[in-house]
């Protein structure tokens, strides 16, 4: 089923590739286990190193579940839509973590402003629910989970269907960019920016999210967030 890949492009991007065409072509499908590691490596003809910068990236994607002690799995609910070929190209055109990070400054921060003015009351008491869970979630992956509950529920209340959409589809790109932080400060955070939006504050709530990003990427503040303010 798999080719050998020649080095015309980078490795990985090549079994990326084969992947992603196996999965349109429906030789592959949800629930398939991926061959062990190393059969892939040898009907590839392959390094491991490779293949598991493939194996990472499409984990990243939201395309194979990889289950220690069992292997790789094409992922049970995979939607071959958008998402697939837009978070694919990041990492094919190698994009860099600090495009995501801009990407998400320009929406994020202006979203806060919108919702300011246009959240119901109702939609306040799902968001206060949404927040207060962060306040007794002890694992990481708990607290990432309602980090990224609560943003996309932010862009919902938007109601711009364009802007959900382009947000839905660097979902997977964000899990895999904030997996990194602890989110021990999640919950003052989103309790400080809730509260802003609820008093339909929206310079507060922007000025809160603006500062969210300049103290966690310092590196970009002279590079690219000061030519924003």
Do not use: W
């Amino acid at each position: 089923m798999f080719q050998s890949v020649t080095p015309a492009k980078r490795t990985y991007e090549k079994i990326i590739e084969q992947i992603l065409e196996l999965i349109r072509e429906g030789k592959l499908r949800p629930g398939d286990r991926l061959p062990s590691e190393r059969a892939l490596c040898e009907e590839l003809g392959i390094g491991r190193t490779s293949l598991k910068q493939a194996i990472s990236a499409l984990s990243a994607m939201g395309i194979v579940d990889s289950r220690h002690g069992e292997g790789n799995f094409i992922v049970e609910n995979l939607s071959v839509d958008l998402r697939i070929p837009f978070t694919a190209q990041f990492f094919l055109n190698d994009c860099k973590i600090s495009d995501l990070v801009q990407i998400r400054y320009l929406i994020e921060t202006q979203i806060v402003r919108i919702v300011s003015q246009v959240i119901t009351e109702e939609q306040q008491q799902d968001l206060r629910a949404i927040v207060e869970r962060m306040r007794t979630l002890a694992s990481h992956g708990e607290r990432v989970a309602r980090n990224a509950e609560f943003h996309e529920y932010l862009v919902k209340i938007s109601g711009n269907e364009l802007l959900i959409n382009i947000y839905q589809n660097i979902s997977s790109l964000i899990a895999h960019q904030v997996r990194f932080a602890d989110g021990i400060n999640f919950y003052e955070n989103h309790r400080q920016l809730l509260d802003a939006i609820c008093s339909h504050d929206a310079d507060k709530a922007e000025a809160l999210m603006r500062a969210h990003f300049e103290d966690k990427y310092p590196d970009m503040q002279e590079s690219f967030f000061r030519y924003l303010r």
